[in-house]
C-alpha cells in the first residue's frame, strides 16, 4: 500500500481542485479509511501482503465507508477540540458522499501496485491486477511511494505558504480540518 499518511495529497488536491465544494474532513477522513482493515486482517492472521478485503474493494467502501466514516466523525471532532477548533461543522450529505470519494480513489491508487487486491470483492478474492502497468508491480510500488511523499511534501507547503503563522498547532490544523 502507499504508506496511510501518504495518501493525504489526495484528499487535499481534490479539495482544491473542487474549489472547496466537497468537505475537506470527509475527502481525508475517506482517503485514510481504507487501511483500517489492514491491522485487524494482521491480527485475523492474514499475511500482510495479502490483508485487504472488504475496503479495498469497490463495493466495500460503497457499503461500508461512510458508516465507518460517521463513526470516526466523534473522534475526529474530538482531536480537534483537542487542537482548540471551536467552530468544526460539517455537512453529514456533503460529508459522506467526500468520505466515499475518498475511499474510491485510495482503493484506486493502491490497486495501481498492490500484489493482492481484490476490487470486486464479494464477487470475486482474486486479484484485480489489471491496473498495474505491465504486471510490474514492484517498480509500480517503489514509483507511487516516491510520488505520494513528493506530494505529501508540495502539499504541506502549498499549506505553510498560505498565511502560516508559524505556529504548529495552526499547520496541525491546516492538514487536519481547513486548508486554506
Wanted: glycine content about 4%; proline content about 5%; hydrophobic content about 50%.
Amino acid at each position: 500500500m502507499v504508506f496511510t499518511l501518504l495518501h493525504f495529497p489526495q484528499a487535499y488536491l481534490l479539495y482544491k481542485i473542487s474549489k472547496n465544494k466537497i468537505s475537506y474532513p470527509g475527502l481525508l477522513i475517506g482517503s485514510f479509511l481504507p487501511d483500517i482493515e489492514v491491522p485487524v486482517l494482521v491480527l485475523l492472521g492474514y499475511e500482510l501482503d495479502y490483508a485487504r478485503l472488504v475496503l479495498h474493494s469497490i463495493i466495500g467502501v460503497v457499503l461500508f465507508s461512510w458508516i465507518l466514516g460517521l463513526i470516526v466523525l466523534p473522534i475526529y471532532k474530538l482531536l480537534l477540540k483537542i487542537l482548540n477548533v471551536s467552530n468544526m461543522s460539517v455537512g453529514i450529505s456533503s460529508y459522506v458522499v467526500s468520505i466515499e470519494l475518498g475511499a474510491l480513489i485510495h482503493v484506486v491508487i493502491d490497486a495501481m501496485h498492490h500484489k493482492y487486491n481484490p476490487l470486486l470483492w464479494p464477487i470475486t478474492v482474486d486479484n484485480i491486477s489489471i491496473l498495474i502497468p505491465f504486471g510490474k508491480q514492484e517498480e509500480m510500488h517503489i514509483i507511487l511511494h516516491l510520488l505520494f511523499l513528493v506530494l505529501t511534501i508540495a502539499c504541506i507547503y502549498d499549506i505553510i505558504r498560505q498565511n502560516y503563522s508559524g505556529n504548529l498547532r495552526d499547520l496541525l490544523v491546516k492538514i487536519l480540518y481547513n486548508p486554506t
